[in-house]
């Protein structure tokens, strides 16, 4: 059985969101009623079926084993505490063993194989002083509700013990009936020597109870509702628990993984030495060589964000912003770009519109106004429909935009188109009056980026450290802000790409190209999505990435890179957890789960990707990065715009920006020939029909 396959079978059994390691340095099995984290060793040899009865025993305890009664026994105990702890877990064990399979009868079978695997791989020992008196009765009962023990193996007395265990309902009643025998504790026993009533003595005793109860014992085996052992209880799990530190804060942790604090300096001396040999044998299966699980948690910048974000305001501002701003060659080439883009904003403007009203169209009813039509009224003979009407316009949903650029080095041949498609984007989202962000993840920290100052690591937040958001675009600029940014913007990317040929700039850029934060862009951005609809301007949000390889993230993986190491990765915003382990696939994986914390944050919002591909082998590579081999196969030189199926993302497009500029009408004169019209016209209605598809998908979505 998989981690990720017993994580999620211990929160179906649990119904609630648990926190499940896999620990190397666990020795047994162990639940945190206060963290509601469940521990599972790694052992060379454990079977599903064992797994599966550690974890639904585990999951009862998360389910009927009361924190703060738990608690409050502990603190009480005083000096005895590992004692007391000792017989109420024995007696709470076979309560909620019986609770959890009755609730889920599937269970029965792996209990069953389970203990049979105990039985036969570890418990040779304890069993073998079992028979040699060197048990308790405590032990006895705790081994027979295990299935290690039969009926005939125990007193008259312990069998009327495990049936108390057995019918108890409520925590209290463990409680006050674990008391009772501790009570009852002869004083050998109570200081730690062998049984004074051994099984030589018993078996006399039991006589037709005895025999009774080997009744009970052979239809638990078979499946009969009524019986504990059938519902086999967790055997290791409870001989771990059976024998649990007292440490006072809720954990259900064994004694054997507790660390020795002196508290507890007289523990092995008040357990029998069957109880002892319990532990040593779960401890001997752990797999030494693992490595440690790692608990993680994601990074939340809450009132910090300044330190991982630079405003659209500060760029204009800046030394730098100031500078290119002041740059004729900067002031034309954007200007150029304005008039080159305007036919196109005006296209996507109209398309917008018209889908908008579709939708609105679609959406729209007629209702009944009450007031009588003096002109339907003639027919109230043979109608009834004779009130005036009205049309009834739903009101749409408000929607933001937040558009995500790749600044990393592999994208300098591809830079200048990209800002391009995007600075387009920003101008339609400003015409038709849509919440908008563009910003660029940045490897450089924003202390660097600002004053030239190395940013400090801030405890909790040191996955972000040296990465940044660079807001250069937002619909909060007025219209002169807003061309100045996307001037600096544009200058920005010409000087930051290796072919200077189609145009010059002014030589300055805000940031420069670096790596490919995406992973930490995303966590970023989510909170500063969060800030958008907490303005209540956006009620969906709507994220563009646009990038043209994957994230160089460690977030969601252990720092340890070992066979068989991994983490538990917590988001403490939206409470999301994923348990991962230290591969490749993890690394790949990595943007889908950044994503999937982007939704429980921001809430409703859609994802669209687009991989920018500047020849055939970038395109390759993305397929052979999805493991798609048809995929890249489809490759055709005359196409701009492919779909695909990533993971993550609502819609991912490819987009291939070496593809010539389109020599449309525009470049038709009046001396050429029908031919070259024709031409023309072919390869613009081709291209519009790429854009037309993007546009159409996208504003689906929106509109």
Same mark, same amino acid.
């Given at each position: 059985?998989? #981690? $990720?396959?017993? %994580? ?13 390691? $896999? ?7 162990? +639940? @945190?009623?206060?963290?509601? *984290? ?25 389910? &009927? #084993? ?55 791989? /570890? ?12 048990? $308790? ?22 069998? #009327?013990?495990? @049936?108390?265990? !057995?019918?108890?309902?409520? +925590?209290?009643? *463990?409680? %006050? ?13 109570? =200081? ?6 051994? &099984? ?24 009969? %509702? ?106 034309? =080439? ?26 609105? $169209? ?10 009588? @039509? ?5 027919? !109230? ?8 009407? /009205? ?62 100052? !190395? ?11 040296? #990465? ?73 949000? =709507? ?16 720092? &340890? ?34 994503? @999937? ?23 390759? %590579? +993305? ?11 489809? !490759? ?62 996208? +504003?689906?979505?929106?509109?």
């Amino acid at each position: 059985m998989t #981690t $990720h396959s017993t %994580d999620v079978f211990a929160r179906l059994l649990a119904a609630e969101n648990l926190v499940v390691v $896999h620990d190397a340095s666990a020795e047994t099995a162990s +639940f @945190d009623l206060d963290s509601r *984290v469940l521990t599972l060793p790694v052992w060379d040899t454990m079977s599903g079926h064992v797994y599966d009865m550690l974890v639904s025993h585990e999951v009862s305890h998360a389910l &009927n #084993t009361p924190l703060e009664g738990w608690k409050k026994e502990l603190e009480a105990a005083g000096a005895n505490a590992s004692l007391v702890q000792h017989y109420i877990n024995v007696v709470e064990d076979v309560r909620i063993e019986r609770m959890i399979q009755a609730k889920f009868p599937g269970l029965r079978p792996d209990y069953k194989a389970g203990r049979q695997w105990m039985k036969d791989n /570890i418990m040779g020992d304890v069993l073998a002083d079992v028979a040699n008196g060197k048990a $308790h009765s405590i032990d006895h009962v705790n081994l027979f509700a295990k299935g290690m023990l039969d009926a005939t193996d125990l007193t008259a007395d312990e069998i #009327t013990m495990y @049936d108390r265990c !057995y019918a108890c309902e409520t +925590f209290d009643e *463990v409680v %006050d009936l674990a008391k009772e025998f501790l009570a009852e504790l002869p004083e050998k026993e109570e =200081n730690g020597g062998d049984a004074s009533d051994g &099984n030589a003595e018993g078996e006399g005793q039991e006589g037709g109870e005895s025999a009774a109860r080997d009744e009970q014992s052979e239809g638990n085996a078979e499946g009969d %509702d009524g019986a504990n052992a059938d519902g086999e209880g967790q055997d290791q799990s409870e001989n771990a628990q059976a024998n649990s530190e007292a440490k006072g804060d809720g954990s259900m942790e064994s004694a054997g993984d507790a660390k020795d604090d002196g508290s507890n300096a007289d523990s092995d001396d008040q357990r029998s030495e069957a109880a002892q040999k319990m532990d040593a044998a779960m401890k001997g299966l752990v797999n030494r060589t693992a490595s440690e699980h790692e608990m993680k948690t994601l990074p939340a910048m809450g009132n910090r964000m300044s330190d991982f974000l630079i405003t659209a305001d500060e760029v204009i501002n800046s030394a730098t912003g100031s500078t290119i701003i002041a740059s004729d060659i900067a002031t034309r =080439n954007y200007s150029n770009l304005q008039a080159e883009q305007k036919a196109m904003v005006n296209h996507m403007v109209n398309l917008f519109n018209q889908k908008r009203s579709a939708t609105a $169209h679609k959406r729209a009813r007629r209702a009944k106004t009450g007031v009588l @039509d003096t002109v339907k009224m003639t027919n !109230y003979k043979w109608s009834e429909d004779i009130f005036r009407q /009205i049309k009834v316009m739903p009101e749409g949903k408000n929607h933001g935009f937040f558009m995500l650029v790749d600044w990393s080095g592999s994208m300098s041949d591809k830079i200048i188109e990209t800002i391009k498609q995007t600075i387009m984007l920003a101008e339609f989202c400003r015409r038709v009056n849509v919440p908008f962000r563009v910003a660029a993840f940045s490897s450089t920290g924003a202390s660097y980026l600002r004053d030239g100052d !190395y940013p400090e690591k801030v405890d909790g937040l040191e996955a972000l450290y040296g #990465t940044c958001l660079v807001e250069y675009l937002s619909s909060d600029l007025k219209k002169a802000d807003f061309d100045k940014a996307a001037a600096i913007l544009f200058d920005g990317a010409i000087a930051s790409t290796y072919d200077n040929r189609q145009y010059q700039c002014s030589g300055h850029r805000f940031d420069s190209l670096g790596s490919t934060p995406l992973d930490e862009g995303i966590m970023i951005a989510s909170e500063r999505m969060m800030q958008m609809r907490a303005a209540g301007k956006c009620e969906i949000m =709507n994220l563009i990435i646009l990038t043209d390889g994957e994230a160089s993230s460690d977030m969601f993986t252990g720092s &340890n890179w070992d066979r068989n190491s991994g983490a538990t990765v917590t988001d403490p915003i939206s409470g999301l957890r994923f348990n991962t382990v230290n591969d490749w696939a993890t690394r790949r994986n990595s943007t889908a789960m950044a994503l @999937d914390i982007l939704r429980a944050r921001v809430g409703d919002v859609n994802i669209v990707g687009i991989y920018l591909a500047s020849c055939k082998r970038d395109y390759t %590579d +993305f397929w052979h990065g999805q493991r798609d081999l048809d995929g890249a196969a489809q !490759y055709d030189p005359k196409q701009r715009l492919y779909a695909a199926n990533v993971e993550g993302y609502e819609k991912y497009f490819i987009f291939m920006t070496n593809a010539k500029p389109v020599k449309g009408l525009d470049n038709v004169t009046a001396d050429d020939s029908k031919a070259k019209v024709r031409n023309a016209l072919i390869r613009e209605g081709k291209d519009r029909k790429d854009r037309k598809t993007f546009l159409n998908q996208l +504003f689906d979505m929106v509109a």
